[in-house]
Every structure is written in structure tokens, then in C-alpha cells.
């Protein structure tokens, strides 16, 4: 029932912005923490930044700087600001979370989303 949905990937230009959301949905009871991350084709899943219930936020080396990760507690929502893009940041994105489902609010699940497309190309 629990359910995480990104949207806001698209094509973009390098030097361009985009913000990326990612909503969760469904009977939940909490959401610990929240995390954005990518994957290239060809290339391993990367870590891209998390933020904790508490909103504190931790960011890769090549992103930092320039991407910023927020949350929304009200609305269940992550969000992932991205600006000064470059080609190399092109890739799948998805979101993750770990929920207690209201149904099983002992058992922490990670979920993921379905991921969303980032183009860097002129």
C-alpha cells in the first residue's frame, strides 16, 4: 500500500536547474530517513544525499555545493534542488525511504520509487 512517486526529471540544459519531488502515499505511520539516488547507464546506483526526520542532511562529494535535499513532513514529500547541472549528472533518479506502516508500525520498511529521467544536454 505504501508508495513512493518522483516526478520533476526532464531535460535540461548543462548549467540548468531542476527540482525533483518525491511523494510517499498510503496508511503510514513515520518516515525516518529520506535519501535521493542515481544511476547512470552503464554505472553502479550512487548515493546522492539523505536527510534524516530531524532534517539533518548529508551529500556526496560531487554533488555538494550545488544540489540541495529538503523535506516536507506534512505532505510526505522529499525534494532534491538541483542547479549548476552538468552532463556527468545525468542519470535515473530515485528516492528512498524508510516507513513504519500504520498497519506494522514496528517493522521499518526501505521503500524506493519508480525513479525519474535527469538529460544534461545542450
Known amino acids: 500500500q505504501v508508495q513512493l512517486v518522483e516526478s520533476g526529471g526532464g531535460l535540461v540544459q548543462p548549467g540548468g536547474s531542476l527540482r525533483l519531488s518525491c511523494a510517499a502515499s498510503?496508511?503510514?505511520?513515520?518516515?525516518?530517513?529520506m535519501a535521493w539516488y542515481r544511476q547512470a547507464p552503464g554505472q553502479a546506483r550512487e548515493l546522492v544525499a539523505t536527510?534524516?526526520?530531524?532534517?539533518?542532511?548529508n551529500y556526496a562529494d560531487s554533488v555538494k555545493g550545488r544540489f540541495t535535499i529538503s523535506r516536507d513532513g506534512a505532505k510526505n514529500t522529499v525534494y532534491l534542488q538541483m542547479n549548476s547541472l552538468k552532463p556527468e549528472d545525468a542519470a535515473v533518479y530515485y528516492c528512498?525511504?524508510?516507513?513504519?506502516?500504520?498497519?506494522?508500525?514496528?517493522?521499518?520498511?526501505?521503500?524506493w520509487g519508480q525513479g525519474t529521467l535527469v538529460t544534461v544536454s545542450s
Open positions: 536527510i534524516t526526520r530531524g532534517g539533518s542532511t
Open positions: 528512498n525511504a524508510d516507513i513504519r506502516a500504520r498497519s506494522t508500525p514496528a517493522m521499518s520498511i526501505t521503500y
Open positions: 498510503g496508511t503510514i505511520f513515520s518516515i525516518n530517513d
